[in-house]
């Protein structure tokens, strides 16, 4: 079922309204979740300070001024939480539990202003040895920015009910 969206746009083919069923998940598709995001410094703050991060590099725009980037960086696991939560409707709003999150990484910087936009890459599906009626899906996430660089990247598995199972019951 090769369900995605356009380049950073609305989805060409929209998957039912509550999500996708764990025989929706072909491994090779890429779902290109929208819409992005741009991160405002309110965003950047707000986040900063209700999660402690004491990092000056994140509010501090003396500080900040000093370093490699000469401005604001953006809290990375805001990125993280909003990348994640691009990607629920396409891989996890059906979903029964995460089982976990791998790989997890940085590889460019984010900064107030930034248009942020996902996709995710099914790498594996089976169904699960333990729980009849339900499936295990990894996949593959990737943060861009506006000008499509990666800033972040990440492996999830969730496990995801089955349709034919749910709708004989």
Same mark, same amino acid.
């Given at each position: 079922m090769n369900i995605t969206t356009t380049p950073f746009g609305?989805? @060409? &083919?929209? @998957?039912? !309204? !509550?999500? =996708? $069923?764990?025989e929706d998940f072909v491994v090779g598709d890429v779902f290109k979740h929208w819409? !992005?995001?741009?991160?405002?410094? @309110?965003?950047?703050? $707000?986040?900063?300070?209700l999660?402690?991060? @004491?990092?000056?590099?994140?509010?501090d725009a003396a500080f900040a001024s000093g370093t490699e980037f000469k401005t604001y960086l953006v809290n990375s696991t805001l990125t993280l939480a909003m990348v994640v939560g691009m990607s629920v409707r396409d891989v996890s709003m059906r979903?029964?539990?995460?089982?976990? $999150?791998?790989?997890?990484?940085?590889? !460019?910087? *984010?900064?107030?202003?930034d248009t942020i936009y996902a996709q995710?890459? *099914?790498?594996s599906s089976r169904a699960s040895a333990s729980r009849p009626g339900q499936g295990i899906v990894t996949v593959r996430t990737t943060g861009l920015k506006q000008d499509g660089s990666v800033f972040? &990247?990440?492996? =999830?598995?969730?496990?995801?009910p089955m349709r034919a199972l749910q709708h004989a019951a």
């Open positions: 609305p989805p @060409a &083919t929209h @998957a039912e !309204g !509550g999500g =996708r $069923w764990f819409p !992005g995001r741009t991160i405002s410094e @309110a965003d950047n703050t $707000w986040f900063t300070l999660t402690m991060n @004491a990092h000056p590099a994140h509010f979903a029964i539990a995460n089982l976990g $999150w791998d790989k997890v990484r940085l590889v !460019g910087p *984010v900064f107030v202003g995710s890459e *099914v790498l972040m &990247t990440f492996e =999830r598995s969730a496990l995801v």
